[in-house]
């Protein structure tokens, strides 16, 4: 039993079904209804410092090319290998940012230094005096919702239900704490395993049976200009400072820049995050830093139109890894959550390494790192 139809229900869903298992998913609303589709389909390495996050995000680096190659044309999930380029603005950024490349490199990232003079190579509308860049080829996206739901029906080809609409009330146990279902109000839907895959939402979850996981909203804003001719952007560009955002666990508003092209047109601009909790207000301040920011990087788009803007909830967990595999604590629960930013990203290689411990096999990446047990009861930093 999957709880969540994101892109990480819908990934475990696939991989679990693809493996034999016999695999249900329940959500309390539409496919890619939460997180998922407020995202901007980033799949990226560029932005992780060596170590278990890097490795999950490698990993599903090539799973994602295969799935883009594997789905057939009418789920097409608009995989777009583009490639990432970090921008220096000074030689003290651009310090900084070798050192973390280095790190990158060693792990097994392909990242490229680029001078100042082969900027505009690359983006012929970067603004001038940039110290130069870092050009990261496996970058890539998606389009999310389409992934989610995409996989959700190859799932279901291999004989996985999927029951939409249906909010979990309780998770069920027996005697001895086991999992054994949830009930929705539609009534009981038994199995020997429960995946929290319920992203934003999933310390709910994690409380109904019976245990903690201290899952935090994290409120981001995007923009979207009006389409603008094909080419304008080529790569997902970001300044480096993007980089300390994602590290940073503090609350209150930060913002970087990250401007990428869509096949239809329209410009993307992210990212902010503060905590917030569930509060969706509009924030001028956080979109009129997200336009300045994108303007100094690229001056072209000064004089683009921004037609809409959207946000979404990112589930923050206090160290930035995810929580993903068995808990301990709660036979027969495991959780595939706590993602923050990059679940589009890692949900391949997330639903692998959970499919391997529902199957009781051993998992392709240590999983030690992303313990659900590893915060203290409490702990909601």
């Known amino acids: 039993m999957i709880v969540g139809a994101g892109v990480v229900g819908a990934a ?4 679990a079904a693809r493996s034999g298992l016999s695999v249900a998913v329940v959500d309390r609303g539409p496919v890619a209804g939460g997180t998922t589709g407020a995202g901007e389909g980033n799949l990226l390495v560029s932005d992780k410092e060596a170590g278990p996050e890097l490795d999950l995000a490698l990993l599903s680096t090539g799973l994602w090319r295969e799935l883009a190659e594997a789905l057939p044309p009418e789920d097409a999930i608009e995989y777009e290998l583009k490639g990432g380029l970090v921008i220096a603005p000074d030689e003290t950024a651009l310090t900084a940012l070798r050192g973390f490349t280095e790190g990158q490199r060693r792990a097994g990232v392909e990242a490229y230094e680029i001078p100042a003079t082969g900027l505009h190579d690359l983006e ?20 999310p919702a389409r992934a989610a739901a995409a996989l959700l029906r190859a799932a279901r080809r291999t004989g996985a239900v999927v029951r939409l609409g249906e909010e979990v009330t309780a998770v069920l146990t027996d005697s001895a704490g086991a999992v054994r279902g949830v009930r929705t109000p539609k009534g009981d839907l038994h199995a020997p395993a429960v995946v929290n895959a319920t992203g934003t939402w ?23 200009t009006e389409p603008l001719p094909p080419g304008l952007i080529r790569h997902k560009v970001y300044a480096a400072d993007y980089i300390a955002d994602v590290a940073s666990g503090a609350a209150d508003l930060q913002s970087s820049a990250v401007v990428e092209g869509t096949p239809a047109g329209p410009v993307l601009i992210g990212s902010t995050r503060e905590r917030v909790g569930f509060d969706r207000t509009l924030s001028t301040e956080a979109l009129r830093r997200l336009a300045s920011q994108a303007t100094a990087l690229f001056p072209v788009l000064a004089d683009a139109h921004a037609i809409r803007t959207y946000c979404g909830f990112r589930p923050y967990l206090p160290d930035h890894l995810p929580a993903i595999g068995p808990d301990p604590r709660v036979p027969g629960l495991h959780h595939a959550c706590g993602h923050e930013g990059a679940g589009i990203g890692l949900a ?34």
């Open 348 to 381: 391949p290689a997330t639903a692998v390494l959970v499919t391997a411990a529902l199957r009781g096999e051993r998992p392709s990446l240590p999983l030690t790192a992303f313990r659900p047990d590893r915060f203290p009861q409490g702990d909601a930093a």
């Open 202 to 224: 999933a310390a709910g979850l994690a409380a109904l049976a019976g245990t903690h996981l201290p899952v935090l909203p994290r409120r981001g804003f995007v923009l979207v």
């Open 124 to 143: 012929p509308h970067l603004a001038p005096g940039l110290a130069g860049g870092v050009h990261y080829p496996q970058d890539a996206q998606v389009q």
């Open 12 to 15: 475990c869903a696939y991989y």
